[in-house]
């Protein structure tokens, strides 16, 4: 399936609907339609292997770590946290972009301005998240002042990151030739749960040393 390499994308037409639906999409379509479960199954399956394995880099973030965790137990309550609210902002992100593309709205050629908006809009999300959710644990979960404090700094990066990944991941599908529909979404899980869960160690052995901690 490939249902969004053509629209907007490759030859920038438009119905007078204000759509960019042209003949490959519609046949793309019908194909899908008739496409059987198994078949879409195996098209798909490799990719997710591939972010599978890739995902098994967050072990060995963690193996890296493992003595800033065991000293820094409550580290580990915000980890789901972090890797569901980075998937939530970038799905977001993902699904915005490619619609948008879909509907002819934009093209390749909006990429640079696309994604620095949606870039900017995550960090204003994640400065916005990160003050409510940092005092609210400190305040209400009895989360350690420090561990808080981290919490609330690595939210507008990990936003930030989410919202780029997922803004820029369709254009560079589509510029690679291959199916944003079926990669841009895991392809973007997959990196920034690894590059989040580093922000999220890197920041916190930071503010532990300004609260004069010994790691």
Not at 122 to 143: D, F, K, N, R
Request: charged share 10%; with cysteine.
């Amino acid at each position: 399936m490939n249902l969004l390499l053509q629209c907007g994308c490759a030859n920038g037409g438009h119905s007078h609907g204000g759509k960019s639906l042209g003949v490959s999409d519609y046949e793309d379509i019908l194909d899908y339609k008739a496409k059987p479960f198994h078949s879409i199954a195996f098209e798909r399956v490799g990719w997710l292997a591939i972010f599978l394995v890739s995902l098994s880099f967050t072990a060995l973030i963690m193996n890296g770590f493992e003595h800033t965790l065991s000293n820094q137990i409550e580290l580990a309550y915000f980890i789901p946290l972090m890797a569901g609210h980075g998937g939530n902002l970038g799905g977001q992100a993902v699904g915005t972009v490619l619609s948008a593309l879909s509907a002819g709205v934009i093209t390749r050629k909006d990429a640079v301005r696309v994604v620095g908006k949606e870039s900017m809009s995550g960090m204003a999300m994640g400065v916005m998240l990160g003050a409510l959710v940092g005092p609210a644990s400190y305040y209400t979960m009895g989360i350690s002042r420090h561990v808080a404090v981290v919490v609330s700094v690595t939210f507008p990066l990990l936003s930030t990151i989410a919202a780029f990944l997922g803004s820029s991941l369709p254009f560079v599908c589509v510029m690679l030739g291959l199916d944003p529909a079926v990669i841009a979404a895991p392809a973007m899980t997959s990196i920034v749960d690894i590059a989040g869960l580093l922000c999220y160690f890197l920041i916190a052995n930071k503010i532990f040393r300004i609260f004069g901690m010994e790691l």
